[in-house]
């Protein structure tokens, strides 16, 4: 606990069944708030909630949550389905032959791995926009490298054990960059800031480079 907020935790690692759980508790508090409720922040094995202390306080708010856990409904939230175009060719997958290699497939065996693995958003964090998404195969599955690569450019696609990210700034990163997107996870809308929310599906589409720098141009 902090001065102005619970954490709630589920479990200890990420399984499905934990982040379900922390998932269902974040539709229960946005459906009814508690008392003194400013803001819930959802992460992979827990969910944490700020609230004003003018209002209540810890042990007002931990009850709350616990009688909320205990309410849970076991149905997962439908998400809404988001398709993200991704290049996988030269430069945009630096990496792509390094994780062939490594997996002991060809390039596109591993592209089609990638096309074929189900996405969902599990939380947002590390930097603005950065959308963990689980559900990358497990053929793919590598650790991530034993140190971070500079200039890694916005829009990279990267992969590194269960969770796959596209980058949304220029900046290090020891995943494996097995392609890029043209597509804008920062929308620039004060409402909606991000593309995605927690518990959304992300479906990948192949595209060339043509239609990439085309794309690219346009936005």
Same mark, same amino acid.
């Given at each position: ?13 990420? @399984? ?6 922390? #998932?269902? &508790? ?27 202390? #003018?209002? @209540? ?7 709350? &949550? ?5 309410? #849970? ?95 949304? #700034? @220029?900046?290090? @990163? ?11 996870? &920062?929308?620039?809308?004060?409402? !909606?800031?991000? &593309? ?16 990439? !720098? ?6």
């Amino acid at each position: 606990m902090a001065e102005r907020a619970v954490l709630a935790e589920f479990g200890e690692a990420a @399984t499905e069944a934990v982040h379900q759980a922390v #998932l269902a &508790l974040d539709r229960a508090l946005r459906d009814r708030p508690v008392e003194g409720q400013l803001e819930v922040v959802p992460g992979m094995v827990n969910l944490l909630v700020v609230f004003d202390p #003018l209002v @209540t306080d810890h042990g007002a708010v931990a009850d709350a &949550l616990r009688a909320r856990m205990s309410a #849970l409904s076991g149905s997962r939230g439908a998400g809404r389905l988001h398709e993200i175009a991704v290049c996988y060719e030269g430069a945009f997958g630096r990496d792509l032959q390094a994780v062939a290699e490594r997996t002991g497939q060809d390039a596109e065996a591993v592209i089609a791995a990638h096309l074929a693995g189900e996405y969902r958003v599990y939380m947002y964090g590390f930097a603005p926009g950065y959308a963990y998404l689980s559900g990358v195969p497990e053929a793919l599955h590598l650790p991530r490298k034993p140190a971070p690569v500079r200039g890694v450019p916005a829009g990279s696609v990267i992969i590194a054990g269960a969770q796959c990210l596209v980058t949304t #700034l @220029t900046m290090p @990163t020891g995943w494996w960059v097995i392609g890029r997107s043209p597509d804008r996870i &920062l929308t620039g809308e004060g409402a !909606r800031p991000f &593309l995605f929310d927690v518990d959304d599906r992300v479906r990948f589409r192949r595209i060339g480079e043509a239609e990439f !720098r085309s794309r690219e141009a346009g936005a």
